[in-house]
């Protein structure tokens, strides 16, 4: 019998729990609908995805596990985002650093069906769920953990807690603790925090009082907490674009469905007017474009550990931008029915509503700017223009990958992963060609400017920030030209080698960059073929995504 592929095994568990979530609908969980959900996860062995192969568990790559909280994530983003995937953003610091002793223990809790729950430390650029922090103190010869925090997820019932916290020395720990061993009256769960959006996220304070923190609780190298918590934001990073990619696929599929459902009403609708096909089409485009850079990220952490941060952090900044942006382009297309709260369209506002609140992640999108500008003027020194291409397998989703060494991550990269894809397909001819030749003008600008930009300049300035954001739009357009590449040259015949798309794409992306020297608009046909693909992927109810996943929904009306 032949051995099945990582690739082969991920469609397979992918395509299981969309059959397993069928029966929920769409979206819009809640209350006991919302618990019904996590009992089917936990049925289907869902912690499993989040412990590494050699522990017991079904992770095998960081773009897979993206892609198989998909089906969750699709129908509500407090199902597979509280539920399911922060439990790996609490569980990667012991993948990282943890000893034998602790991978085994979290493994096994997730292995079971428990959860983990995350408290991160206040950072510069943090948003308010943060802001408080716990404190490592040393009493008596024996250290405590005292203080409190807001909001943390899964608060009240994750029995593993991975807590990073500050020391009199002014450093941090990262700690592993298993509440369910505490003496009373060590920790008390406090009231939950109701937010507006992902209010299916059990989010909820936690107060230590003097609690016992053992040697063996210490996560990595004493002293280097937030260090590690660095590197594993990187993972972070790399990784929620998926969640949102995901939430934004079921906001195109509710509009499209409220145009396929009325067009007959509506001489004027959006299927008959350019406007609304623009909308649509724009909307297909924002997803694959954020599926790419989302791709370069997640596939980096295996194959350039010490490169993959700043494709990382614009990932996360870029990402939340597009798809909120196509969010409420795609409101104008439902007109009244936005405001439909619970019928057939309520999913719409559900997630629109949802995805600002998660897009902010723990530290929101200043930080990731900051991220970026600390390590933007180096790259333009050193890297853009100079290196060469990435290895072909960063974006080619259907090859397998070496095990990610998490603790190999650096938070800041000593070169750029992506964009030198430019270069590469400087030789394209025709449309493409000027197109690409426009976004290496643009990086050519970029490293001037950058690279004029010394340690003692202020880096957070306006201008500064600005140029951050055209990096993140040059680097998201690299990234989709990398994908197209790769189809044409292994999978040619397929959607995504089609130049249609990614002239598409890149048309999209220059508008927002205002680039000269290309046609303001793809040809009529790119149009008409982007189009045809908008409605062919609902009608035969798959993804708007790179790969096209079959979906499975027994309340769209046939």
Known sequence: MRATTAEERLRSRTDELEHALAPLGSGALGGESLRRAERLLDDHGFGAEFVP????????????????????????LSLGFGYGLNCYFAATPVWAAGDTAQREWVAALLLGG???AVARPAVAHANDFVRDEFALVRSEGRRRLDGAKTAVLNYARARGLTVIAGTEDGSHEVLLIDREILPEGALRTLHRYRTVGLDGCEFGGLEFTGCPVPEEAVVGEPGQGMGLAVRCSVVTRALLPSVLIAAADTVLRTAMRFAVETRGED???????TYGREVLTGALLDLLISDSVALAAARGIHLLPDRVSACAAAAAYTVPKLLQDSAHDLSTVLGEAYFDAKGPYGTFGRMSRDLPLLAQGHAGTAARQAMLVAQLPQLARESWLVDDEPPAALLRPWEDLPPADLGAVAPAGVAD????????????????????????????????????????????????????????????????LGVWREHRAARPGTFLADPAWITGALHRLGALLGLEGIPKAPQDAVERRLFDAVLERYEQQRSYDLYETTLHSPDRKE
């Open 53 to 76: 192969a050699e522990y017991g568990g079904r992770l095998e790559r960081i773009d897979g596990l993206g892609r198989v909280v998909r089906p969750a994530c699709r129908r509500d």
């Open 114 to 116: 428990g959860r983990i």
């Open 267 to 273: 001489p004027y609708g959006p299927l008959k007017s």
């Open 417 to 480: 992963p992506v964009v030198p894809v430019l270069t590469a397909c400087s030789g394209l001819g025709g449309e493409l060609g000027e197109l690409v030749g426009a976004f290496l003008g643009e990086l050519r600008q970029l490293r001037g400017r950058f690279a004029r930009i010394t340690p003692g300049d202020g880096l957070s300035t306006p201008d500064t920030l600005a140029l951050t954001d055209r990096y993140a739009l040059v680097c998201a357009a690299a990234a989709s």
